[in-house]
């Protein structure tokens, strides 16, 4: 019954690629049949980033090419081309045992969201209301990563629970680091959070034939007071084959009011040539109406914060209008992968936070299981930008001051059982 962690960022899509997919493509599976598989990843590494307040850190880091998890999935086969299937996937640090993580600012908000306010206000921001939320489930769910079951036909798959959001999915498709080190461009649109990675209580049809793929998603907000209030919508379309790829996704969320809030277009290509696979994504990210903003209101106003001042002073702050493009390219080198991209947030709004990025990741295949990671990435905050970077599994934060630079090295041990 919970809602939507939106909390980067950020992990990589398995939902449909090691589930629905698999299922779908189960065919060694006879009539009346079940199974039921463990699975997981344990990514853990050190990272050294600069730009954090007192200057830098070096920190043991889990999730940094991919959120460490385990899970349980299971079909079975029904016959006639039907298949009953579920997935339970759970989140865990790789180096602490901990359900989620802090990122390595702790409370601290972009300057642009408390400059000017009382110094209470401030306070009450950045130690109450949305300071201590920052981070990646921060709730401690159990299946904070995915869990679902459903119905995989001949005519597509039917599934309900806790999913990745259509709009996620063609981002992480056409994202040239597939979502994992700190120079995927998802870091750059963090705080705020500018897309719903997954949603809650959401009911899914998805279909993938002849390369095309699509999905159509909605996630009830369970609002007595009306079906649409706290609510998600989206959809996705596209193709892929092995030379070429496009698509388009949209994620549509609203508020406990029922007021369009969090709303985010994404649109990508893939072009491969063989030595270099190119990748390219835009995404339109618009937010007029917080999507927490009516709870934020109501525990400010019960800290004494006047509602005149959080309507006119702090709601605007957390408006967004933002462009995001990524532009990048996967390399086979050697044994391993060689992955290269540059990133640009283009702020729309008075505040001008733009960032750039720029980065480059090298995978390492020690095995079938198991690969060695580096990354560095740097981040070129403008004068009121505070963006530092994290990882696939964990969020970032801000940089000490608006307009400072981060930089970040990350190496990782993967393993996937």
Do not use: C
């Not at 998603?217 to 996705?236: D, F, P, V, W």
């Not at 532009?327 to 992955?339: D, E, M, V, Y």
């Not at 008075?350 to 295949?365: E, I, K, L």
């Amino acid at each position: 019954m919970q809602k939507s962690h939106r909390h980067l960022r950020p992990t990589r899509l398995t939902a449909l690629a090691a589930a629905v997919l698999g299922s779908i493509a189960f065919s060694a599976v006879h009539a009346q049949s079940a199974n039921v598989t463990l699975y997981g990843i344990v990514d853990v590494g050190i990272q050294h980033v600069s730009g954090v307040k007192g200057g830098s850190v070096t920190q043991v880091a889990s999730g940094i090419m991919e959120g460490s998890r385990f899970g349980i999935r299971g079909t079975e086969d029904l016959g006639n081309g039907y298949r009953a299937m579920f997935v339970a996937e759970a989140r865990f640090e790789g180096d602490t045992g901990a359900l989620g993580n802090r990122p390595a600012s702790g409370n601290q908000l972009p300057d642009r969201l408390t400059a000017g306010l009382p110094a209470s206000v401030q306070a009450a921001l950045t130690n109450v209301a949305i300071g201590p939320s920052l981070g990646v489930n921060t709730g401690n769910r159990l299946f904070d990563r995915q869990v679902f079951a459903g119905l995989v036909t001949p005519f597509g798959a039917i599934l309900m629970g806790r999913q990745y959001t259509p709009a996620f999915e063609v981002s992480n498709r056409y994202d040239a680091f597939a979502n994992a080190t700190a120079a995927s461009p998802g870091q750059i649109i963090s705080i705020p959070a500018g897309l719903d990675i997954r949603a809650d209580n959401s009911v899914l049809y998805r279909i993938e034939k002849d390369g095309f793929f699509g999905g159509l998603m909605y996630a009830a907000g369970e609002n007595a007071a009306g079906m649409s209030r706290g609510s998600l919508k989206g959809a996705n379309i596209g193709y892929q084959s092995e030379r070429f790829g496009a698509g388009v996704g949209y994620n549509e969320r609203r508020d406990s009011l029922g007021r369009k809030a969090l709303n985010t277009l994404t649109a990508g290509a893939n072009y491969n040539l063989g030595f270099a696979n190119l990748f390219g994504l835009y995404a339109i990210v618009k937010e007029p109406n917080p999507s927490s903003g009516v709870e934020l209101r109501a525990g400010l106003v019960a800290a004494g914060v006047p509602g005149a001042l959080i309507d006119t002073g702090i709601l605007p702050r957390l408006q967004q209008d933002v462009r995001l493009y990524h532009f990048g390219t996967r390399i086979p080198l050697g044994t391993g992968t060689l992955s290269v991209g540059y990133s640009k947030a283009d702020d729309r709004r008075n505040t001008d936070a733009d960032v750039q990025s720029y980065g480059a990741s090298y995978t390492y295949p020690l095995s079938k299981r198991t690969d060695l990671n580096l990354a560095i990435t740097e981040v070129k905050n403008d004068k009121n930008a505070q963006v530092l970077p994290g990882g696939n599994g964990f969020l970032g934060g801000v940089t000490g001051v608006a307009g400072q630079d981060a930089r970040s090295i990350q190496f990782s041990v993967r393993h996937r059982f």
